[in-house]
């Protein structure tokens, strides 16, 4: 089998990743993903940068050489590409890992970072994520590669995730919250808000009335696809005929159920493929 | 050394196990304790009760058997009784740790179920703890055996442990939060409220705001420090000279400057101690 053959794995701490393979699977419609979830371990938002690597490689190297049923028989590989679709694992592991592994990773970070700094490459851009994607300066650290005269304005929202998990999506508590951590960066009048965390694009609505009309809204799972889209192009690994079915298989570390009923919130849809637990 | 000069072993999915240990060190002046926060995989609160167990198994087995540098030169035990601070950890894992190890096991919930008892033996009882010890009925369990005749509600409230590690804990979100959850349990007008998780006594003064003055509040802390202490007089291991200091140690699967900081929330003042990073 050849490389573009080849699934494109996708992993994140639990769930929220979803919201990424939701925006591939819309982009990419002729390309099959084996997506793992560390379900056991989640949430990474709060894990020191050591940790975070040592899960992100473990998976990393199980995807690339474990998991599916399919290889390219040249090299051995299981997948021909990896998405970091958490936020906390981009920051702190996809550029050691594109180091060490001998296949293309998008991080979630990157493709964020670029589609804002395209739309305001001397605005005002604000970044939202977890306590750790946020200490790491990550967000910053591209933007001022890629935008080196916009300023840059950050704001932890740890309550996010919890409040998406609850399910209170459209609550007044979630509108409250959202109003006390956008508070202060809303006073600087940014031109574009990055989402830094995938759980964030199921809150879209509440952190849009919390913001004005003109403030652009960057969901980095857009962001990733668009990328995606363009490195498959650029490779000349995109896969040209129409996929088997099912297009994605799961794995989980843990509550494969759990993670099923998740997607529906995560993935607006019932899963489109297999869930097999994984003890890693 | 004897098995009254072993140290009590403690263990918690993370820091909210210090209110426990604060209880502890206060009841019993004499004992020594050792400490492990397994903060690299917190919480438990919404992992499986096959994961939470294989981990409480594994930290269970380190306390025992690999921990501190003392040890009862004829069994080769490191602790003499071990305490589980971590309710979801408790109520899915103590009673088969039990079976498995040959040394007392005290766990949060049996002990905070037997007081609630004691208080209001045909009255309502009412107990709030985190998705998953709520989805194991084990308070419940205890409760029927312990009070046959008493009325049990429970209620489960995600949203507490990510307000205190946020900080908020004297804030207008957290009591609206507390109104929320507790809404349909205080219809029914509890004598006792059981707080079922060890973050939640952080929360008391916005619960207390919450509920009426009659309901009496049991914070499962003081509840296992009197039933410890009751256990090593009956059981003959109680220490009965003064200890040298320090009189704790503590190990953490992640991010000890971390743990040192929050012990200032969850126990109130520094750590009485050393911190030790173990990866297991």
């Known amino acids: 089998m050849k490389t573009k053959n080849l699934p494109i794995g996708v992993f994140d701490s639990g769930v929220g990743g979803l919201t990424?393979?939701?925006?591939?699977?819309?982009?990419?419609p002729r390309e099959r993903f084996v997506y793992f979830g560390d379900t056991a371990r989640v949430p990474y938002g709060n894990k020191s940068p050591a940790v975070v690597l040592q899960?992100?490689?473990?998976?990393?190297?199980y995807l690339l050489h474990a998991s599916p049923?399919?290889?390219?028989?040249?090299?051995?590989?299981?997948?021909?590409?990896?998405?970091?679709?958490?936020?906390?694992?981009?920051?702190?592991?996809?550029?050691?890992?594109q180091k060490e592994l001998p296949i293309p990773i998008i991080g979630v970070v990157e493709a964020g970072a670029a589609q804002a700094a395209r739309l305001a490459p001397r605005?005002?851009?604000?970044v939202i994520a977890t306590k750790s994607t946020i200490a790491s300066s990550i967000y910053s650290e591209y933007l001022k590669r890629l935008a080196p005269k916009?300023?840059?304005?950050?704001?932890?929202?740890p309550l996010f995730v919890p409040l998406v998990e609850e399910g209170w999506v459209d609550h007044p508590v979630t509108e409250q919250v959202a109003r006390i951590y956008l508070e202060n960066i809303l006073k600087q009048k940014p031109d574009v808000l990055i989402l830094g965390c995938t759980h964030y694009p199921i809150l879209?609505?509440?952190?849009?009335?919390?913001?004005?009309?003109?403030?652009?809204v960057v969901d980095s799972s857009g962001a990733v696809a668009r990328q995606v889209q363009e490195?498959?192009?650029k490779l000349k690994i995109a896969q040209s005929i129409r996929p088997l079915t099912p297009r994605a298989g799961?794995?989980?570390?843990?509550?494969?159920?759990?993670?099923?009923?998740?997607?529906?919130?995560?993935?607006r849809r019932a899963l489109p493929g297999p869930v097999k637990l994984v003890r890693l």
């Open 123 to 126: 605005g005002t851009i604000a």
């Open 20 to 28: 990424v393979l939701d925006a591939l699977l819309k982009a990419l």
């Open 231 to 233: 490195k498959l192009r």
């Open 69 to 97: 049923s399919i290889d390219d028989l040249e090299t051995g590989r299981r997948i021909k590409m990896l998405i970091v679709a958490c936020n906390t694992a981009s920051a702190l592991a996809a550029p050691r890992l």
């Open 55 to 61: 899960y992100s490689r473990e998976i990393a190297r």
């Open 250 to 267: 799961f794995y989980v570390t843990d509550d494969p159920e759990g993670f099923r009923r998740a997607a529906k919130i995560f993935l």
């Open 150 to 157: 916009a300023k840059i304005l950050t704001q932890a929202c």
């Open 204 to 216: 879209q609505a509440a952190i849009a009335r919390a913001i004005p009309a003109k403030t652009k």
